[in-house]
């Protein structure tokens, strides 16, 4: 798969885009900076209505409006992400798509995603879905930890791009 990739990469490594955000030295680190922040937005929704699903923070108030107040951010923010990680795709393309832990972090994201819209859409056909009784309790407390550990090991495959280049 990667030897089909590579002829595409040198492709878009020649391409003018390419060329200017590699001889512009603020580029990278700004968008870097930006896919950071990005992030970090992203990762503090999730962690606000995972300890809502942990009953660890507001516990008084249905899961629906916590989840309501922070995750339609995800989205947008998720845009910023594609973005910026597409420019840096541009400027270094050899570095992710002639990787595996790239692939493996789009993977993450898709079930991120996935995991993501099926809490906004169980809460839409029932704002009760995860506090109707124990048992859904203990589901949400599940999903609250299994959300969390896949963006943490987005954020992992993320940083373990720059560790697994190839040459
Ligand atoms: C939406 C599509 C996304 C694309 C196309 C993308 C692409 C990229 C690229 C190309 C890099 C640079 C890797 C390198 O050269 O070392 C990067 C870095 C990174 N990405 Fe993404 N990314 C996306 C979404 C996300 C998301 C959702 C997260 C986590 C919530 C994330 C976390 C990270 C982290 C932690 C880094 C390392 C930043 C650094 O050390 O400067 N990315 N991403």
Redesign the pocket.
């Known amino acids: 798969m990667f030897a089909s990739l590579a002829p595409f990469c040198t492709w878009l490594a020649a391409t003018p885009v390419s060329h200017f955000i590699q001889l512009t030295g603020w580029i990278i680190p700004t968008l870097?900076t930006i896919?950071?922040l990005a992030?970090a937005a992203?990762?503090s929704s999730a962690v606000l209505v995972d300890l809502r699903l942990w009953r660890l923070f507001e516990r008084d108030l249905p899961v629906k409006a916590v989840a309501q107040r922070f995750l339609p951010l995800v989205w947008p923010v998720?845009l910023v992400?594609?973005a910026t990680?597409?420019l840096?795709?541009v400027g270094?393309p050899r570095?992710?798509l002639l990787n595996t832990t790239?692939y493996i972090?789009?993977v993450l994201?898709a079930c991120?995603i996935a995991v993501t819209a099926g809490l906004q859409w169980s809460l839409a056909i029932d704002p009760q879905f995860w506090d109707r009784d124990a048992s859904r309790r203990f589901a949400a407390r599940c999903a609250a930890t299994l959300t969390l550990l896949i963006?943490g090991c987005?954020?992992f495959a993320?940083?373990w791009?720059?560790y697994t280049e190839v040459g």
Do not use: D, Y
């Open positions: 870097q896919h950071i992030i992203v990762f998720l992400l594609l990680g597409a840096l795709i270094e570095r992710s790239f972090k789009m994201l991120a963006w987005i954020i993320g940083r791009i720059a």
